[in-house]
């Protein structure tokens, strides 16, 4: 389905620019946001996706998660410290559920440097143009990572939704502030 999803979206960049069709890889621009199981930084299981904003189609998506029950049971069954766990762990490391370390609001950029260094290989694309939140870390994460060489930067598009919920925000604040003031 998501090679589907993939074809469909080159098929629509080639459509408004016939010149892109011969090409092996294509630059697109894309919109790339984060959600997690639960709110708050807690989360055991993160999802980073990828949409095309031509098309508005799926190029990728990755779920992350800090939470493997089945190492759980095994760590309590036969204690972590064993070396008969460990055995076990090693075995079991194919089919693991837990496939990322670190804290729950760090999992969207890991999220986001899997797809964005996997999009040539599995998607012929590069994504060059990033669409996302005001504060998103992601743009500055994957422009320190170089993902496509240093000849080729990722550049950041403000999402307008975004800003203008900033923009009320601050603006509601400071009609707080000033009624405190009188």
Do not use: P
Request: charged share 30%; with cysteine.
């Amino acid at each position: 389905m998501l090679e589907m999803s993939r074809q469909a979206a080159r098929e629509a960049h080639v459509k408004v620019d016939a010149s892109l069709k011969n090409q092996e890889i294509i630059d697109v621009s894309v919109s790339y946001d984060g959600t997690w199981q639960k709110r708050g930084h807690t989360s055991n299981l993160g999802l980073g996706i990828i949409i095309d904003i031509l098309s508005g189609l799926v190029l990728d998506f990755e779920v992350l998660s800090k939470y493997c029950h089945n190492c759980v049971v095994a760590g309590r069954d036969m204690g972590v410290d064993w070396a008969e766990f460990h055995i076990w762990q090693k075995g079991h490391a194919d089919e693991c559920d837990k496939n990322v370390d670190g804290t729950s609001g760090a999992m969207e950029m890991h999220a986001a440097l899997i797809m964005w260094r996997r999009s040539i290989s599995d998607c012929q694309m590069r994504f060059v143009s990033m669409l996302s939140d005001v504060d998103s870390k992601n743009f500055q994460f994957l422009s320190d990572n170089k993902i496509y060489g240093s000849d080729i930067k990722i550049e950041k598009e403000e999402c307008l939704n975004h800003i203008a919920k900033k923009l009320g925000t601050s603006l509601r604040n400071k009609v707080k502030e000033w009624k405190v003031k009188k």
